[in-house]
């Protein structure tokens, strides 16, 4: 993981004006070409983007670097291009890839494994179907799995004789902290200052500029970024939209034997059945396989006060799915962690321009499938603050598509 280090003590504090003696003391306020406000998985490519154009930038972050408070934690994400949520995704993830391989050539470090992922459901089912019709209409490789392959090639799973399996030899996994921690320390190397452990009060638009008010001070840009995690109701409260925040846990199960391992050739899992959607990955370790639920999940209010042990609910659908399709696992995990889900009403991001403020650029609603897309999303939130315009098409993702925001 690229260490905080990046980060000196004099970037990371507001700086003091002088003042004449008698004076009280006041917070100076910093210019900057943009602001990124929020820097989890999204918010990190943004602030990296911003910097690697050669613009001013400053990042605000509640927590600290890579932190486990929000979305972006848990080691592991799986990547995929064969996406069954909407095939308008596709191309976005190409362009990911990219980036992905970019970032990891720069940093030095493996940041993406492509082991491949195993897909299964029933064939009419929206992840079956939806896989294999992205991957017609974007030319992509996707292989179906027969039986005697299932048999042969992944013994650990026990999939029902009516569920249609697929391979998409593309898919893998992403490291998330080192990811997160990798974007910002590439912004730094091209000037960007980062203020950790700083929470965002209020923004605004003053003249031709945007303020914005922190607990330890005021800052103006002529544009901003914001992607706020599980803080958007706070952050953009004039979006109306029903968002829906939730907690996922996610646990690592020890292993009864090799079958899952990463270094015997071991992929990424996804499976839908009839008591959810369920996915993991290989073990990394040789002992233990995370595996977690997608769907569910308990709604919350507030993401500071979130319970992150385990509590009732968390353990017995993914008890259930072990038993029925990974039998090879112990059903007593080693380890969990909490992380947040920031739903829209349609499960589609949003990516665009603010509303009310061209100068504005938001990224939200990443619904527990957006990791993947960090560094295109970045890019594209630079975009349209700086430019005021992307290339790509993002038109599913707008703001004011049909049906996001409640009816007045």
Known sequence: MVSPRFCTQERLRPQRQGVGPGQPGRWQVSSYDCIVIGAGGIGSAAFDHVASRGASVLGIERFGIAHDQGSSH??????RQAYFEHPDYVPLLVDAYRLWDDLADHSGQPLISRCGLLLAGVPDGPAVAGTRHAARLHGLDLQDVSRSRLDNDFPGFTIPDD???????????????D????????????????????????????????EVVTDRGHYQAGSLIIAPGSFVPGLLPELDVAWEIVRKPLFWFP???GLYDHSRGSGVFFLETSGGEFYGFPSLDGET???????????????????????????PPLIEYLQ?????????????????????????????????????AIGC?????????????????????LEGTTSHSIDFLSALRTGLMRPR
């Open 74 to 79: 848990g080691h592991t994400r799986v990547i």
């Open 163 to 177: 569920f249609d399996a697929v391979w998409e030899a593309a898919g893998g996994f992403l490291l998330v902290e």
């Open 179 to 210: 990811a997160v921690a990798a974007h910002i320390a590439r912004a730094i190397e091209h000037g960007a200052v980062l203020h950790t452990e700083e929470t965002v009060v209020r923004w605004s638009r003053v003249g031709k500029s945007y």
């Open 255 to 257: 292993a009864r034997s």
């Open 289 to 315: 396989v995370k595996v977690a639920e997608h769907t569910a999940g308990l709604e919350i209010t507030d993401p500071l006060t979130v319970d992150r042990d385990v509590i009732d609910r968390d353990l």
């Open 324 to 360: 029925a399709h990974m039998p090879g696992l112990s059903t007593k995990p080693t380890d969990h962690t909490v992380c947040l889900y920031t739903r829209t009403p349609d499960g589609n991001f949003i990516v665009d321009k603010h509303p009310g403020h061209d100068g504005v």
């Open 365 to 385: 609603g990443f619904s527990g499938h957006g990791f993947k897309f960090t560094p295109i999303i970045g890019s594209i939130l630079t975009d349209l603050a």
